[in-house]
């Protein structure tokens, strides 16, 4: 089994010199643990997909170090201007218009539009830094499975797929980033995440509409069928063997305080846990939706619209 190498700067070497010789390495963020390639080499970008079975409708965000280098993918407005002088580096994803050329096109899925994102994590900014290059990095799990928040479960997802994994412990949020698609004036969220609604729109002083799921999707997260354990899960009940909670004990409690940011910080791992227990189901405590609640309840709904595969 392929062991997680800590970060060390021996470490953020070795997965830079992997990167710029068109590899794929698991990194840590401070949303969930990324699948990062370069996004400008194509055979590169195209061992994402392979290793995570992804769809090819399905665009990848890039990642970069800087607004500098965001500035060379795609255009800024002065929303989009507002928006990443508040949240960048964090966990905020911004779908621009491209600029021909700069990355591979698959990355983008054929669009006309980019999602970019600075991370708030040291490691992979450093590591970003010193390939020189943008990342596309989704998240490093097999498509339609949980996203990862611990290296050991990239391991067992991706260990004979990939080059590297380097371990930064548990990501701090827990969920992805949120995503907004801005353009002509036009604010649109895509993807509920790590960043509430509220906050965002506080920013920019007027309510955003939403589109957050699609047939043919302009960033990821938006296909109804995603996130999914292998256990059906049952949404609203703690009427099961095996119980999610939420200051509501169980088998698991996402937050004994009912704390949201910290409900959201252990979803996916104790989702994980629970599925391992080869229970038939597992049902869930109801979330408040409000706040990053409003994330962690289209994860559920996304989760138990199917189960994923084995």
Known sequence: ???????????????????????????????????????D???????????????AINPLICHVSSIEMAKTLVEFDMLAIKLVEKFWPGALTLVLPKKNGTVDQAVSAGLETLAVR??????????????????AAPSANR??????????HVARDMEDKIDMIIDGGPTKFGLESTVIA?????????????????????????????????????????????????TKLVLHSQKGEVQLGFGTGGTRDLSPSRNLQEAASNLFSMLEE???????????ATIPHEGVGVAINDRLKRAATSVAKS
């Open 274 to 284: 629970l599925d391992q227990m080869g229970a038939k189901e597992i049902h869930i």
């Open 1 to 39: 089994m392929m062991k997680p190498q800590a970060i060390t700067l021996r470490q953020i070497d070795d997965a830079a010199h992997i990167l710029r010789s068109g590899g794929v390495v698991a990194l840590p963020t401070e949303t969930v643990y990324g699948l990062a390639a370069r996004a």
């Open 41 to 55: 080499n194509a055979d590169a970008v195209e061992k994402i997909f392979a290793a995570k079975n992804r769809p």
């Open 118 to 135: 600075m991370p708030a994590h040291e490691g992979m900014l450093s590591i970003i830094e010193a390939v020189g290059a943008p990342l």
């Open 143 to 152: 498509s339609g499975r949980m996203s990862p928040t611990l290296a050991s």
């Open 182 to 230: 801005v353009r002509d004036g036009d604010v649109t969220i895509l993807r509920h995440g790590a960043i509430a609604l509220e906050d965002i729109e506080a920013v920019l002083g007027f309510k955003v509409s939403e589109v957050t799921t699609a047939k043919t999707p302009q960033s990821p997260g938006q296909l109804l069928r995603h996130y999914a354990p292998k």
